[in-house]
């Protein structure tokens, strides 16, 4: 398996995300800063008080892969999605894992049904670990924390994963929204063996 783009964002100076790595954004609004981070240094924040505000990282299509990735959010009535579509335009999204805080702050996801809640809620202030799998087939499971799947969903617009988008809605007004630490595996998660990885990777269905 493989996997989009890698970023600990450790080795960026503090102020504008946008520029650095393959990261876009419309409104530079999206830091990178050093006080809140899931591991290293430093982490990408933004606390404006507006809505769809997103940073794009640009990756390598994968057919079938794996990421993980920590988000953190200060106020349950905020959003934070996390889209990955084959194109430049989250309207193209393959998947979406979103803290979804006009949901009661609900875990969400989004399928070729559209968008729907999970019973699992998040706190504010605490960093998650959200972990994806995705399968040539055009399905896509996720988990939270390394409890049980969820999953497997059929992806919204059927193509090949090529970005990765955070997208953020301050609701609240006052909210800090975080992300850090991009990756195949979790920080700190010892990579399975080849024997490991050829199992799973059979129960997949991938090479």
Known sequence: MATLLTDDFNSYSVGNLNGNGTWVEGEETWKV????????????????????????????????????????????SNNLQMHVPHSTDINHDCFMVSMNGEGGAKWQY???GGYHNLAATWSANTWYCVEIEWTAGDQYQFRIDGASWNGYYNFYDASTPTYILFYYDNLSTTGNAYFDYIAEYPYGYEPPTTTERSKHNLLLGVS
């Open 110 to 112: 989004r399928d070729n």
């Open 33 to 76: 800063q050093t006080a809140v981070t899931s591991e290293g240094t430093a982490a990408a924040h933004n606390n404006t008080n507006s809505t769809g505000l997103y940073a794009r990282g640009a990756g390598t299509g994968v057919d079938a892969g794996r990421m993980s990735y920590y988000v953190r959010l200060d106020s349950t």
